[in-house]
């Protein structure tokens, strides 16, 4: 909860009951996610990062295996963090966890197949 602004704050999760737009809410939205998991999930490395720092408004987006037993999930992560008095803070975080084979252009090649 430290690493959050003290400004305007919003969080996306993965589902779409999961928005917050304070404080509260974030909190809500993670010891949810602690408790439904608790000690049987774990992450894994991040991948694909792609960072933008203009001033003190700075971008970081990334992926992330997350492993409960045997099943792993990627989960996308987009976030905007802000100095706040010479420290950076997260004011926006949106997660989703990413489809395989339902890009533009799978579905197309799919329906291309089924209607020649």
Known sequence: MSALSR???HMYGSDVSEIASDREGV???FEAGQK??????SWHAISNVSTVTRGDVSTL???RVFQVGEREVVVRFA???IKEGGTWK???SSTTVPTTGQSAEDLLTAAAKQYP
């Open 27 to 29: 909190k809500r939205i």
């Open 36 to 41: 439904l998991w608790q000690k049987n999930a």
């Open 90 to 92: 997260l004011a926006q």
């Open 79 to 81: 976030m905007v963090w």
């Open 7 to 9: 400004g305007a704050l």
């Open 61 to 63: 987006f990334f992926d």
